[in-house]
């Protein structure tokens, strides 16, 4: 047996990774340069797509590393005629295990399951993410049975509008054959009291849910040319510039923002809009009806240096999302001082606190987004005293460090013993 304070050796099961941009995908690649800094062995297997539509229509060449300390296998996505349709039909057959392989949002990866069901290498546990897409964590399943080992899931579960009992994103990232993933993991690493609570009431014991939370490094963030960038989107002196960072989507509120600021251009407020992030198909339906382009800069995916660029331009950040299990660009907004705006829906409800770091309005209510919308555009003091609130929050609470070593604890737990 391993001595308990030996080198873990962990493989991660996760949809897309660097140099994809996503939220869990860059969590993981965190949590991997965090355990290999600890001595630990990493080996990642995820699909070889890039944008998120890579995920269904193909693959892309990757170049790895030869001599990185994250040994990352990309596996081809399955692209077939009429795939969504084939899926769909495949995946009404009541098997929970063929309806996590088979639900039509998922990167079909045939390779993946074969490597999972021959990968021989010393393992001791086996971590994945992220809801929706079942198919990488059925592969993780696969692997953590055969070998005997613990598998953990982060599922960054989308609860939605709290006051909607049918809500459509809640119903999307609980349906049965997810649950019934989750009630195989034997941890699973939870964001909010929300998700815990939701975790919890979908049948998983509660003893094997581990309350995280995710973190941000101010360095990475901050620092960024305030000046370059307002000059670069042409604004006005004193103009107030509102920021919106995510896949520039409807589950992001990107379409609720855009008719908000319309709200409040109407009233003959100046500011202006800036979107950063890639672009989904049914926003750019929106924006073809945008009747104030003019008001609004498009940045696209950012690079670093980039990023610390557009959280320095900004005088407040908005994310109405009704998609979201945390949010960790709110906090990389409070490590900049600025102000968030968000839905109260999902993680960013319990993350960002009313009145105190941040404004909130009621889930698709765009008449009460607005008029937070309006305030924070009016009020620079506000913006100042909930940016700092912010600012203040993120350096106490949100440590990155923290939060990671909470994952490798418990594999180490678990190591040492047999699951709870």
Known sequence: MDHPTSPLRVAHFVQRYPPAVGGSEAYFA???????????????????????TDMWRGSREIAEPDDGPVTVHRFPPLALPGRRYVLKAASLVPVRRWQALTAPCNPVCPAMWAAAGRYAEPLDAVHATAFPYSFPIACALRLARRRGVPFLITPFLHTGDPTDPHDRTRRQYTTPHLRWLLRQADRVFVQ??????????????????????????????????????????????????????????????????????????????DFRLVLAGPEMPNFRAAW???????????????????????YAGIDAFALPSRSDSFGLVLLEAWANGKPNLVYRAGGPAELVRDEVDGLQARCGDVAGLADRLRRLVCDAGLRVRLGEA???????????????????????VLRRGSPT
Do not use: I
Not at 30 to 50: E, K, N, Q
Not at 241 to 267: I, M, P, Q
Not at 391 to 411: I, P, Q, S, T, Y
């Open 390 to 412: 912010g600012r203040d929050r993120a350096g106490r609470e949100f440590r990155w460090a923290d939060k990671l070593e909470m994952v490798r604890r418990e594999m180490l």
């Open 192 to 269: 909010t009291r929300v998700e815990r609570d939701t975790v919890v009431s979908l049948g998983v014991r509660p003893e094997r849910v581990v309350l995280q939370g995710l973190g941000v490094d101010a360095a990475e963030c901050t620092g960024g040319d305030r000046a370059a960038a307002r000059q670069a989107w042409r604004v006005g002196p004193g103009e107030p510039v509102v920021g919106h960072l995510a896949n520039a989507s409807v589950e992001k509120g990107t379409v609720d923002l855009l008719d908000a600021a319309a709200r409040v251009w109407a009233t003959g407020k």
């Open 288 to 310: 073809d009806r945008c009747p104030h382009r003019d008001r609004v800069v498009r940045l696209g995916v950012l690079s670093e240096a980039a990023k610390r660029d557009f």
């Open 30 to 52: 965190r949590l991997a340069d965090y355990l290999t800094a600890h001595g630990d062995a990493v080996t990642v297997f995820t699909s070889s797509a890039v944008g998120l």
